[in-house]
């Protein structure tokens, strides 16, 4: 038989854990602390607080009052010699039809596209088909708006730029829910993103993928909102937390779920992972060890085929010098190797490419993770 106290402890647990819905985070948080109940259950209490807003179903989105206040503004800036552009709506499979539909209503009911009848611009949208039977939309900005953006530039972290501002200790990554459309674009700017369907034209009004402003825009106002606070890190729709022990750790989550409330931001639930000891950033693992490559990107290079061409040369040429920093002697290695100056549009079989291929493949599992 238990005692009051402990009765009213399992009680108070299974209220919480009813209220956070986070099976994930609690045992976390179980697993890594090994403090009386009081504090325990203190700690579980004051994240559920957090956690009603910050993980809420519905689709989160900026203030304007708020927007203005700090100076955040999702403002496309196009080049001064731009001419609007009108481009037909592309079909739909039949086997997408449904899905599509579903997708273009969903974005119609929570305010991210609106119906428009006319636009000087008009961009056809690209449907990629998801393994849960729904769709993932997207204009096909990269040809109709793009070239005739002013993008801005603005400086996102480098897992290495990672591991020296959170270095030790555990990790905690929040996942934004559909980053980009937690923002409100600008009215001005809204009739450049607007997208010809077979439904007919809608206009986004929130910050849309695709756009090649967006992740500049999106990095610099996730800054503003998480600044002044340490060991916390924002790279894109991604936000990095750590602490010196696992009681700060906890206090800095707290402070940043508080803070994404304050501002209407939501996180997508099933994507975030709290108190790991390693997280994946940019096809690098970053640990309390130090960086090292993921085990995809490995296979990736070490299954990597005979460059028969420019092109292929040049790719497989970008994946290694992307993990460079991995492979020891890498320069040496690629002494011999051909060189992208010499090579032609057309070109015969790479000579000496398979043995410097599998020499760089042999390298990359042997490398250490970096240290500091």
Not at 168 to 182: E, I
Request: glycine content about 6%.
């Amino acid at each position: 038989m238990m005692d009051y106290k402990s009765k009213y402890c399992l009680q108070r647990f299974k209220y919480v854990q009813y209220c956070l819905e986070v099976s994930s985070l609690l045992e976390a948080i179980r697993t890594s602390f090994a403090l009386d109940d009081k504090w325990y259950l203190a700690r579980l209490s004051l994240i559920r607080d957090q956690l009603g807003g910050s993980f809420c179903a519905k689709l989160g989105v900026l203030p304007l009052d708020d927007l203005v206040t700090e100076g955040i503004t999702a403002k496309l800036e196009m080049k001064p010699d731009a001419q609007p552009k009108f481009c037909k709506a592309r079909p739909v499979p039949c086997a997408l039809q449904e899905a599509v539909d579903a997708e273009y209503h969903r974005l119609e009911s929570v305010g991210i596209v609106e119906k428009v009848e006319f636009s000087e611009w008009a961009t056809p949208m690209v449907h990629i088909p998801k393994a849960d039977g729904t769709t993932r939309s997207c204009g096909g900005y990269a040809v109709m708006v793009n070239p005739q953006l002013n993008v801005p530039q603005y400086p996102i972290l480098l897992p290495e730029d990672v591991f020296v501002k959170f270095r030790g200790g555990k990790f905690t990554k929040l996942d934004l829910k559909n980053a980009y459309q937690q923002l409100p674009l600008d009215l001005d700017s809204q009739q450049f993103v607007t997208i010809n369907t077979h439904r007919g034209l809608y206009r986004y009004k929130r910050l849309p993928f695709g756009i090649a402003s967006s992740p500049a825009i999106f990095q610099r106002t996730m800054d503003i909102i998480l600044q002044g606070l340490e060991h916390v890190a924002a790279i894109q729709d991604d936000i990095l937390i750590t602490g010196k022990d696992d009681e700060q750790h906890i206090q800095n989550l707290n402070t940043v779920l508080s803070r994404l409330d304050s501002y209407s931001l939501r996180l997508q639930l099933n994507k975030c992972k709290f108190m790991q000891r390693s997280v994946t950033y940019m096809g690098c693992v970053i640990s309390a060890e130090g960086i090292s490559p993921t085990e995809d990107k490995v296979e990736a290079i070490k299954k990597a085929p005979r460059p028969e061409n420019c092109t292929q040369l040049r790719a497989f040429l970008g994946m290694i010098n992307y993990h460079r920093k991995f492979i020891r002697n890498l320069s040496s290695i690629q002494q011999s190797a051909p060189s992208e100056r010499s090579v032609v549009p057309v070109v015969p079989p790479v000579q000496g490419g398979p043995q410097q291929c599998k020499r760089i493949s042999l390298f990359l599992p042997c490398a250490g993770a970096l240290q500091s």
